[in-house]
């Protein structure tokens, strides 16, 4: 999985190995923001199970971070909810 810039300079080797599901779901959305994706597309690309990422994503459409339609799932346009997030 990717991550941005800032938080590969800003996060300790600890932090970053214990990444949590919602985390490296929204990261991988955030960095491929012009796309949707079904959950089982999104489980190969962090290499987490299907199960981890559809729960993952239901957390993060509780909070407005990602949007959902018919069996696809993107990240959120609201910019300014995306920083507020404490994540990314």
Same mark, same amino acid.
């Given at each position: 999985?990717?991550?941005?810039? %800032?938080? @590969?300079?800003?996060?300790? #080797?600890? #932090? *970053?190995?214990?990444?949590?599901?919602? %985390?490296?779901?929204?990261?991988? *959305?955030?960095?491929?923001?012009?796309?949707? @994706?079904?959950?089982? #597309?999104?489980?190969?690309?962090?290499?987490?199970? #299907?199960?981890?990422?559809?729960?993952?994503?239901?957390? *993060?459409?509780?909070?407005? *971070?990602?949007?959902?339609?018919?069996?696809?799932?993107?990240?959120?346009?609201?910019?300014?909810?995306?920083?507020?997030?404490?994540?990314?």
């Amino acid at each position: 999985m990717s991550i941005d810039r %800032d938080t @590969f300079e800003n996060t300790s #080797e600890d #932090e *970053l190995e214990d990444l949590s599901a919602p %985390d490296q779901v929204l990261g991988f *959305l955030a960095a491929h923001d012009d796309r949707a @994706f079904k959950t089982q #597309e999104i489980a190969s690309q962090i290499d987490i199970g #299907e199960g981890a990422v559809s729960t993952a994503l239901s957390r *993060l459409k509780d909070r407005d *971070l990602v949007e959902h339609k018919a069996t696809y799932w993107a990240v959120t346009d609201d910019i300014e909810r995306l920083d507020g997030n404490s994540g990314y």
